[in-house]
């Protein structure tokens, strides 16, 4: 096999040119309303330049003018004032109060949250029962106390709801900072002798940011609401001041006479409203890193196919459990591809364990993914190749065909089942319901197939541990659940994805010891992924070795081992530690040609 590297530039746009701003743009749905917001409130910052007439200037010879009367684009109100002047002034006062008092609030709101959360024990209880006072109240009737003692007014109403929604920011923030205050970040952070206050700005504050702006988005419309909904009560803007609230109070007993009066202020107060909220959402995900590693939309429930050509299969991979003919499988960033698997193909006999190997990032897992289309797409995208099980090509059949074959025909061992498992189910349910996905069978007889399977992987009391959930078993016993899923079908391959990797010694070696006895049991073919050659020389019968997206050599489990071409192959067996070396073990590695010196040898 040749070993010849297809070289891949740098995509046209690469992953640092991904900015928030091209983030926030690829969301039509939040570019939109960013547009829609910031006409919105440049409209409303240059009221003072504009030519407008003087908003609170009456004119009853003039009153309730239509639209479009002369000189009153937007005709006036019941005193002759014109509309447009008042609008446009109106959704001045509106933003700024809007705006303020979720500032405000979020301000206040998230320090405390993040105080409470951080510290914990009877602090976080201590002021989490604070707000929850706050809270007992309903939020409006609160807000009508407190402008009803400070007294009524614009500036007055914007502390009422500044005060009212604390809590809410509060309790959102808490719960993010209680669970992220003790994962291993955050210890490793105590550990290097930070500060409590630099913990809370350097390592929760930025991953509970996108929360407080996602509730700040939402807060905004809403405080915008309930300012125009005291003004509507004659509590906020106090005549002749106009605000969105008051102008809808004033056109209330002329909604059948003169409609526009109420109509106009309603529509902008829902503009701005779905505006604000759109564009929170999209500069929530903007914010977040997690998220810029692909688009913004949600993955599909197929992956992508785009193939130029679809090579035919031969009378070898017809006749093979499974056979991969040229597979590559590449992911978007940005305005371009970067491919990671280049090309590769493989055969998998009735019976046979073919072991699959090479060190982390060499695109052994998405090789795995890719078989049977659960890459996710966006960002992955298969772009040549063909997957042959039963003479047919599995890429080339629909999404309900594709799922016939998942876990029935081929099925996937992960190398977490803790992260696999769902944690609000009893593995004797997970287990049936992998059954039942298959079979017609009702939930009596699935359960006791679930309990055999469950023996058959030689958990012990299987019909108690089938009670258990997940966090009650131990990552040996959780493991082997995961392989009696795997089997809930009598499949006729497994893709094992290291399953061994987060286990102890021990529990490795019986759980490879299990798969032996199955695949002997069963016929099954076994697909074993790993980076570990002692593994492989254990149970594969042969092996392809992996980098860079590339199978750079394949054979007999005992000629690759015995011995290997590929410079890189040599490196990977000399990095297996000998009992009794020493220092030699490293010097002999050094000694070793790179893997990338003989980019032409391989077999």
């Known amino acids: 096999?040749?070993?010849?590297?297809?070289?891949?530039?740098?995509p046209k746009d690469s992953g640092q040119s991904r900015t928030a701003w091209r983030l926030l743009m690829n969301n039509r749905l939040a570019a939109a309303a960013f547009y829609i917001v910031v006409l919105i409130v440049i409209m409303a910052l240059m009221a003072p330049i504009l030519p407008l007439h003087d908003p609170d200037t009456t004119s009853p010879a003039n009153r309730l003018l239509p639209l479009f009367s002369e000189g009153h684009l937007l005709g006036t109100d019941h005193l002759g004032r014109d509309v447009l002047a008042r609008l446009v002034w109106g959704t001045r006062v509106s933003l700024f109060v809007g705006i303020s008092a979720a500032l405000a609030a979020a301000f206040f709101g998230s320090l405390i949250g993040l105080v409470a959360g951080y510290a914990g024990g009877r602090a976080d209880n201590l002021i989490m029962r604070g707000i929850d006072m706050l809270m007992a109240f309903p939020y409006i009737l609160l807000a009508l106390a407190i402008v009803a003692v400070l007294g009524p007014g614009l500036l007055n109403a914007l502390y009422a709801i500044a005060i009212v929604n604390i809590p809410f920011f509060a309790r959102n923030v808490r719960g993010i900072t209680r669970g992220l205050s003790h994962r291993e970040f955050v210890d490793a952070a105590r550990l290097s002798g930070k500060s409590h206050i630099a913990i809370l700005t350097t390592e929760i504050l930025p991953n509970v940011l996108p929360i407080i702006v996602i509730t700040m988005s939402t807060t905004i419309g809403w405080m915008i609401l309930e300012t125009a909904g005291l003004s509507f009560?004659?509590?906020?803007?106090?005549p002749p001041q106009a605000d969105l609230g008051s102008m809808l109070g004033q056109g209330r007993a002329l909604l059948f006479t003169a409609p526009m009066i109420s109509v106009i202020p309603g529509v902008m107060v829902f503009l701005i409203v779905m505006g604000v909220n759109l564009l929170g959402d999209g500069v929530r995900d903007a914010l977040d890193p997690r998220l810029r590693a692909g688009a913004l939309s949600r993955p599909m429930p197929v992956t992508r196919i785009e193939r130029p050509h679809v090579p035919e299969p031969d009378e070898t991979a017809k006749a093979s459990a499974l056979a991969v003919t040229g597979l590559e499988t590449s992911f978007e960033q940005g305005g371009g591809r970067e491919v990671a698997v280049k090309g590769i193909s493989f055969t998998l006999r009735k019976g046979e364990c073919l072991g699959l190997?090479?060190?982390?990032?060499?695109g052994k897992s998405v090789t795995a993914l890719s078989i049977l289309g659960l890459v996710a797409s966006p960002p992955g995208v298969i772009t040549g190749g063909a997957v042959t099980i039963e003479g047919r090509d599995v890429l080339s059949l629909d999404e309900t065909q594709i799922a016939s074959f998942r876990g029935g025909k081929v099925a996937y061992i992960f190398q977490d089942p803790l992260t696999t498992l769902h944690p609000l189910f009893t593995v004797g349910e997970q287990v049936a319901e992998a059954v039942r996905a298959h079979q017609p069978i009702d939930r009596v007889g699935a359960h006791e197939k679930a309990v055999e399977l469950l023996r058959t992987v030689q958990i012990p009391d299987p019909e108690q541990r089938a009670r258990a959930y997940p966090h009650e078993l131990s990552g040996g016993q959780r493991q082997r659940v995961g392989i009696a899923?795997?089997?809930?079908?009598?499949?006729?391959?497994?893709?094992?994805?290291?399953?061994?990797?987060?286990?102890?010694?021990t529990?490795?070696?019986e759980i490879l010891r299990l798969l032996q006895a199955l695949r002997r049991d069963r016929g099954l073919a076994l697909l074993f992924i790993t980076h570990d050659f002692g593994v492989v020389a254990e149970i594969c019968d042969r092996v392809a070795v992996m980098r860079h997206g590339e199978i750079v050599e394949a054979g007999e489990t005992a000629t690759v081992l015995g011995d290997p071409k590929h410079p890189y192959t040599k490196r990977l067996i000399a990095c297996v530690p000998i009992?009794?070396?020493?220092r030699a073990f490293l010097d002999a590695i050094r000694a070793l040609p790179s893997a990338d010196t003989d980019r032409g040898r391989g077999a």
């Open 485 to 505: 899923m795997a089997l809930a079908n009598d499949p006729d391959i497994i893709i094992a994805d290291e399953p061994t990797t987060a286990l102890d010694v």
């Open 357 to 362: 190997i090479g060190e982390s990032g060499s």
């Open 1 to 10: 096999m040749s070993t010849q590297a297809l070289e891949v530039g740098p």
């Open 579 to 582: 009992p009794g070396q020493g």
């Open 233 to 238: 009560l004659g509590l906020g803007a106090q």
């Open 507 to 509: 529990v490795q070696a």
